[in-house]
Nanobody, 120 residues
Framework: QLQASGGGLVQAGGSLRLSCAAS????????MGWFRQAPGKEREFVAY??????SHADSVKGRFTISRGNAKNTVFLQMNSLKPEDTAVYYC?????????????????WGQGTQVTVSS
């Protein structure tokens, strides 16, 4: 039900915008999160957005921005100044309770992931 897209191959310093869209529902009442997982590493928090604001991981703060689209079923992750260490599969997630948070356990629904590869 969640579809993540927008990944690709980019050079260091470049930008990508990831999108997460839900079919058949609006996301405005959901807490939405982005997580990423690099090969051999655990899934890690990137950013979330919920009713009382947004939060970004320290590793992406100032470079990545999470936002909601005007269409209420889309959430974006704008990624600027990309680094090779940002290479990972990026997942969007939704929490119907509206809480979400920085732990992957706080989310009920997950998209399939989109690959982001940053070359040096």
């Amino acid at each position: 039900q969640l579809q993540a897209s927008g990944g690709g191959l980019v050079q260091a310093g470049g930008s990508l915008r990831l999108s997460c869209a839900a079919s058949g529902r609006t996301l405005s009442d959901y807490a939405m999160g982005w997580f990423r997982q690099a090969p051999g590493k655990e899934r890690e928090f990137v950013a979330y957005i919920r009713w009382n604001g947004v939060s970004h991981a320290d590793s992406v703060k100032g470079r990545f921005t999470i936002s909601r689209g005007n269409a209420k079923n889309t959430v974006f992750l704008q990624m600027n100044s990309l680094k090779p260490e940002d290479t990972a599969v990026y997942y969007c997630a939704a929490d119907g309770s509206g809480v979400g948070g920085s732990s992957w356990m706080g989310y009920d629904y997950w998209g399939q992931g989109t690959q982001v590869t940053v070359s040096s």
